[in-house]
Nanobody, 123 residues
Framework: VQLQASGGGLVQPGGSLRLSCAAS????????MGWFRQAPGKEREFVSA????????YYADSVKGRFTISRDNAKNMAYLQMNSLKPEDTAVYYC?????????????????WGQGTQVTVSS
């Protein structure tokens, strides 16, 4: 199983980025997908997640209204559209996959992880 996150970069406050997660080696449509982030010196934290059939999406309070998660099961892809970025959004962003869990915001529940992509929000 491989999850490949991409799309990070340097952006000014108020800007936008779209992260992508390409999955292979698993039946993508059978997995819930999550995005997490980790800033230097901090624990990995939940950002957003989406159920396997896009039936439900979840967001951390800190990103609600600014970030949008989506997926394309036909392409084995998950996305995180990030708008109105703030300096506090600076972190390494990871995509992850879990077969099924009631605790979708808990990183410990996830079976597979991508390598991470750096997002830096700075003027």
């Amino acid at each position: 199983v491989q999850l490949q996150a991409s799309g990070g970069g340097l952006v000014q406050p108020g800007g936008s980025l779209r992260l992508s997660c390409a999955a292979s080696g698993l039946t993508f449509g059978s997995y819930d997908m999550g995005w997490f982030r980790q800033a230097p010196g901090k624990e990995r934290e939940f950002v957003s997640a989406i159920r396997r059939y896009s039936s439900n999406a979840y967001y951390a309070d800190s990103v609600k209204g600014r970030f949008t998660i989506s997926r394309d099961n036909a392409k084995n892809m998950a996305y995180l559209q990030m708008n109105s970025l703030k300096p506090e959004d600076t972190a390494v962003y990871y995509c992850a996959a879990v077969r099924s869990t009631a605790r979708i915001a808990s990183p410990n529940e996830y079976n597979y992880w991508g390598q991470g992509t750096q997002v830096t929000v700075s003027s």
